[in-house]
């Protein structure tokens, strides 16, 4: 019998082998159309990254390697700190009205895009046009602006029509254009989804897809300029490959979980870690729309024929919680009394009695008298989508479902597909998938009726209403009251199926400093992106390869 530590070294030796002859071509490639070989080029930090952006348009990306990389290029006027608190940006100071209605930003002097060229309040204010116009999905987090004016230089004032506790959270991510490029000649190019112009600390100097996105220290950038000159993301989707090319110096810095990697790194001493509380959700999501998935008690016997602690500790070594929605643990409005599922069998099987299934020998059919999705000679089977990402997960859940008679395959496709022809239709009878959250969460965009992030075509007149009146509360103690409810209704109707929240843990080589300097390990990284503080990564010194 081989033990899991040798079994670990087994597999990671042939994915070392590997990775020899990957990365014999890519770096090959890289050099040859890379970065210049210059004293620069030494400083060069390299992370490894699972997936690559979709596009580096802020107002149209939603996924969240299009948001990572986003962060490097783009500023706001307000940004977040190594603590998650906000903090000026592009904006020298800000003030706020005793009433929380009228918000004035005071812009630095002397503002530049990496282009060089000027940023000017007009290019605040068509940044703003962008992103609460139509078509933006992120116009629901800015609907409490009312209107927004440069009443003097450098001044920007935005006027609320309520008062919105958490709207400089929202302005961290809103990004800001050059005006120019946000004109109506310039929307159907790709001046914002491959070339864009930014100012934040980095800009896009080559983006090869498929293989690295290159990123140049931007020397117009308003603070402290990147410690390195410049930073290559470089694009690895599996996981055991991207774990051997760290642990080969290919990489300097790659987002790992427990699972595998995590094990095989751990035991080499040139690899640190950080580690951080995870606000990333790991969930199984039915179609709400069909039977039985619609039936809150059919969700609930699923949920309890998933041994999720078993994923957590199996999977991912420890290095994650079963989380009882999607809200991220650190955040300031978690609900700890909310419900957890347990794994609990035979309760799950009369909650699947209830929800309209008897079970025989070879599995469950619907009962004659109680309306199902199939005919009642049909036994209950579906098909759940993943992604490469999650296929070992979605085979534990597949391997418990199956041990209770329900038949179940799991269908792997590419990450456009999942986005585009499953979860943009809503095609599909299950799909497992994650999300991220921010530090504080807003769930119009999942939970509301017509959110765009809502998935599982969930439909709650009650839930709909909680998640407004919690989003225009106008007292702390109000918001948190109201999203504990909220927290209370998901956990109890599971419109997601809620399987695992990952820490986010950061590997990366000990030459490598200012990775997570002045963060608390308590809280959480928001919108879990492994490149919040890159700027300040350095390279102590380059060891021979």
Request: proline content about 7%; charged content about 25%; glycine content about 6%.
């Amino acid at each position: 019998m081989v033990r899991p530590a040798a079994l670990r070294q087994i597999v990671f030796k042939v994915m070392t082998a590997f990775v020899v002859v990957t990365f014999c071509v890519t770096g090959c490639k890289s050099r040859a159309i890379g970065v210049a070989d210059s004293p620069e080029r030494s400083n060069t930090v390299v992370i490894g990254m699972p997936w690559e952006p979709r596009t580096l348009n802020p107002y149209r990306g939603v996924d969240s390697a299009s948001y990572f990389a986003q962060t490097l290029i783009h500023g706001g006027l307000v940004r977040y700190n190594e603590k998650g608190e906000i903090l000026p940006g592009l904006a020298e100071r800000f003030t706020v009205s005793e009433d929380g209605l009228r918000y004035t930003f005071f812009l630095r002097e002397d503002l530049k895009f990496s282009d060089g060229t000027p940023l000017t309040v007009a290019d605040v204010l068509a940044s703003i046009r962008a992103t609460i116009g139509p078509g933006s999905p992120f116009r629901a987090n800015y609907d409490s602006i009312k209107s927004f004016s440069s009443p003097a230089p450098l001044q920007v004032v935005l006027e609320l029509s309520y008062k919105n506790l958490p709207l400089l959270l929202r302005l961290a991510d809103l990004r800001i254009l050059p005006a120019y490029v946000l004109s109506e000649s310039m929307k159907n190019s790709d001046q914002l989804s491959r070339h864009p112009i930014g100012c934040g600390p980095f800009f896009v100097e080559r983006w090869d897809p498929g293989l690295e996105l290159v990123f140049r220290a931007n020397p117009n950038y308003f603070g402290e300029k990147a410690k390195s000159p410049f930073l290559i993301w470089r694009i690895i989707p599996d996981g055991n490959l991207l774990s051997s090319a760290l642990y080969r110096g290919d990489v300097d810095v790659a987002r790992v979980d427990g699972r595998i990697e995590l094990g095989v790194l751990s035991e080499h001493s040139d690899v640190e870690f950080k580690k951080y509380p995870g606000g990333r959700t790991i969930f199984l999501a039915f179609n709400t729309e069909k039977e039985p998935y619609k039936r809150p008690s059919f969700r609930q016997a699923i949920s309890m024929l998933i041994d999720k602690y078993t994923i957590v500790n199996n999977l991912y070594a420890g290095f994650a919680v079963v989380p009882c929605c999607d809200f991220p643990e650190y955040g300031p409005v978690y609900n700890r009394m909310a419900r957890r599922w347990p794994y609990d069998v035979k309760q799950a099987y009369k909650y699947l009695e209830t929800s309209g299934f008897e079970r025989r020998e070879d599995g469950w059919y619907p009962v004659s008298e109680v309306p199902g999705p199939v005919p009642k000679t049909q036994r209950l089977a579906f098909k759940i989508v993943t992604i490469k990402d999650f296929m070992d997960v979605a085979q534990v859940v597949a391997g418990d479902l199956q041990n209770a008679k329900i038949g179940v395959r799991v269908e792997l496709v590419e990450y456009s597909t999942m986005k585009d022809k499953y979860l943009k239709t809503g095609e599909y009878d299950a799909v497992l998938f994650s999300r991220s959250q921010g530090p504080d969460p807003d769930c119009r965009l999942v939970w509301g009726k017509n959110g765009p992030l809502n998935y599982a075509h969930y439909n709650d007149d009650h839930l709909d209403s909680l998640v407004n009146e919690a989003y225009k509360a106008d007292t702390e103690e109000k918001r948190k009251e109201l999203y504990d409810r909220v927290q209370e209704v998901l956990s109890d109707k599971l419109p997601w199926v809620y399987l695992v929240q990952p820490s986010l843990t950061i590997a990366h080589k000990t030459y490598i400093k200012g990775i997570g300097d002045g963060m608390p390990s308590d809280s959480g990284i928001p919108w879990d992106n492994p490149l919040f503080d890159a700027h300040n990564w350095r390279r102590e010194s380059r060891p021979a390869r």
